[in-house]
Structure formats: structure tokens, C-alpha cells
């Protein structure tokens, strides 16, 4: 089941093919594989060789994608591949998305049993994440149709670096976003990413204006690299001016890792500084992560300033909706996805295998 036929391409002469899921467009010549690792001329006919195939499979809180007006506090089945069509020198999943060995691939499952077992699990939504779900869109799409079949939600957790024609297909079965808005640089794109800023931001605004996808974002600070106050200020007045003033911000703390153990990890007070700074841009619904920060990552009514959902890292406290989506106090609506109660999963992290739903 790894071996399957990709979209997304078209044949350059008799012994190359271009792909065309994402902006770097790879020639591949037979046998070559794409900067992603995964999609592979194969006679002149591209294949995605991680179709079917997994990680591993763990339930998580819905919060710690993050996503905090999702379905607050229920269970989110996650999951990745291998493989990302970025180079990013900071990444904090690069054993699996820069892995080479396939047998790191240990978990299989066909989209139906996916959603099969996140049903059973008791599972609100299936995540994709750990690597880029673009790079296995065929994969994804297949379980996002099987999933809305089960009235199960599905999330893409990504870098938003798509093309058009792919971006539209992919994201016609998707339930929610969070996109990883790595800078507001093309100087950071291009450098450290290995990849461009453009085609993130028209993604962002294509999911804003052009879908229902829900939509959240995530900017990883980085000490020195990312945070400069002016950089800052200018992304949450683009974020504001082209997306609206309610999407969710979340500015989230680094770690060194890979190709940058040599930058020191965020401080609190570098979250706390661009979190005012977003703050202060007219954002609503700026959260810190990755620190144990209970203000940073609780929500607030933008009518009255009540605490609607306290956070404490990933358990949920005081809860202050009425009729799904309003404040109690002041029935101001919080913008999001919401049941008429929270979930209670927790902070908990449970491995899980499939082998039982095959």
C-alpha cells in the first residue's frame, strides 16, 4: 500500500516530469525523488511512496496541534509520514520529517481504518501532522473523505507551501488549519527554510476568504532570527489587514534542534514581549506555547475581557460559554468550532496501534 499513483504532475520530454503540488516544482528524472523525498518518477509517472504508511498514530489534545477554538479539550487522532517539502534548520520534528529510513515507516493503514479507529477511540478529529501533510495529499484527501463519512473532523497542521490547483483539492476536505507562518521575511524563508514566504501568505488569505476551513496560526520565535519587535508588528498587521482581526495567533517557544542547537531557546519574555506587540496590532486571540503559561494560553472575551476557556498547558479549567459559542456574561460570540460542551480529554498522550481496525 506504499507505492501509489500521485496528481499534481505532468510530463516535461520523454525521460523527465515536473511535480506540481508545491511551489518548488522538482524535474525528476526516472528514479529521481523530489525534494520532499516522497514522490518519485517511477517510468516517467510520479508515484507517492507513503500512501498507507505511518510514523505512528497517538491521541492527543486538540490544543496541542495547536488549535484552541476547535472543539476545545477533545481528542484529536494524529498522525504523520516521512518526509517535508521545506528545509527548515530549526525543525523540531526532523527525525521524522528529514528521515531517510523507511523503516522508521513502522505503522500501516488504509483511510478507512483510520477513520474507523478514531471513531472507536471516541475521537472529534483526525490530525495530520508531525510531518507536511502536502507532500502525502493524496493520502490525506482520501482520509478526510472517509472521515466526513463518520462525522469525523480532520485537521491539517502545515506550512501552507501548496500551489493552487493542488491547495484547492487538498483543503476542499479539510475541517481545519494551523499554518505554521515560519516569519515574516523572505529573507527567513529563503535561508532558512530553503523555501519563499509568498505562496504561505496566499494561502493563508485562500483559506480566509475562499474556504470553511477553521483557521489558526502558529510563528515559532526564535531568539534573533524571527522576533525583531518591527518584524512582529508588521506580520499582525498583515494578519489583521488581510485575514481579520479574529484569527487565532499562536507564538510559540524554540528549542534548539538539527542545525540550530547553537541558538539559545525562547524566553518567557520574548513570548510575553511579541504576544503585546500582537496584542497591541488589534489581534484578539494571541496565545504563547511551548511554556507553561496559563494567562498566554487561556481565552478571552473580546466584548468584556471574561476568562471564557482557562488553560493550564493542555487541561482545561473555567469554561464560560453558553449556547456553544457565547460569552455567559455577555453573549459576545467567540469565533470557532464548539459543541455544546467541552471535552474532557486532558493533557494526556496515548500511543495507539491500528493493527486492530485493519
Given at each position: ?64 496541534k ?5 472543539y ?81 473532523r ?8 501548496i ?37 504561505v ?13 477553521w ?69 484578539k ?74
Amino acid at each position: 500500500m506504499s507505492d501509489f499513483p500521485a496528481r499534481y504532475w505532468r510530463p516535461l520530454d520523454e525521460q523527465r516530469i515536473v511535480c506540481e503540488l508545491c511551489p518548488r516544482e522538482c524535474t525528476l528524472a526516472d528514479g529521481q525523488r523530489g525534494f520532499c523525498f516522497v514522490r518519485r518518477n517511477v517510468g516517467n509517472k510520479l508515484i507517492l511512496t507513503t500512501y498507507g504508511r505511518s510514523s505512528g498514530f497517538c491521541i492527543d489534545p486538540i490544543e496541542k496541534k495547536p488549535l484552541n477554538h476547535f472543539y476545545p479539550g477533545t481528542s484529536v487522532l494524529s498522525f504523520g509520514t516521512a518526509g517535508c517539502n521545506l528545509g527548515c534548520k530549526f525543525c523540531q520534528n526532523w527525525d521524522i520529517s528529514k528521515s531517510r529510513e523507511w523503516d522508521r515507516l513502522t505503522d500501516q493503514a488504509s483511510p478507512q481504518t483510520i477513520a474507523l479507529a478514531a471513531k472507536e477511540f471516541g475521537c472529534r478529529s483526525v490530525a495530520f501532522t508531525y510531518n507536511d501533510p502536502v507532500i502525502f495529499a493524496e493520502y490525506a484527501i482520501d482520509i478526510a473523505r472517509e472521515c466526513r463519512r463518520m462525522d469525523i473532523r480532520t485537521v491539517a497542521v502545515t506550512a501552507g507551501y501548496i500551489n493552487p490547483a493542488a491547495r484547492a483539492e487538498f483543503y476542499q476536505y479539510m475541517d481545519a488549519a494551523n499554518v505554521d507562518l515560519k516569519a515574516f521575511s523572505e529573507e527567513f524563508y529563503r535561508n532558512v527554510t530553503l523555501s519563499s514566504l509568498q505562496p504561505v501568505l496566499d494561502t493563508l488569505v485562500y483559506l480566509r476568504h475562499e474556504t470553511d476551513v477553521w483557521l489558526e496560526i502558529t510563528t515559532l520565535l526564535i531568539p534573533g532570527k524571527n522576533d525583531d519587535p518591527a518584524e512582529i508588528k508588521a506580520m499582525c498587521g498583515w494578519i489583521r489587514e488581510r485575514l481579520g482581526d479574529d484569527v487565532p495567533l499562536h507564538l510559540t517557544a524554540f528549542h534548539p534542534d538539527y542545525k540550530m542547537l547553537d541558538v539559545p531557546a525562547t524566553s518567557v519574555e520574548i513570548l510575553n514581549r511579541c504576544r503585546e506587540i500582537a496584542v497591541s496590532a488589534g489581534l484578539k486571540f494571541v496565545y504563547t506555547g511551548n511554556v507553561h503559561d496559563r494567562i498566554g494560553s487561556s481565552t478571552y472575551c473580546p466584548g468584556c475581557g471574561t476568562c471564557l476557556i482557562e488553560r493550564d498547558w493542555y487541561v482545561l479549567g473555567a469554561y464560560r460559554l453558553k449556547h456553544k459559542n457565547q460569552c455567559d456574561q455577555c453573549g459576545t460570540v467567540l469565533p470557532g468550532r464548539f459543541d455544546d460542551r467541552p471535552g474532557t480529554w486532558g493533557a494526556r498522550r496515548q500511543p495507539v496501534s491500528l493493527a486492530d481496525f485493519q
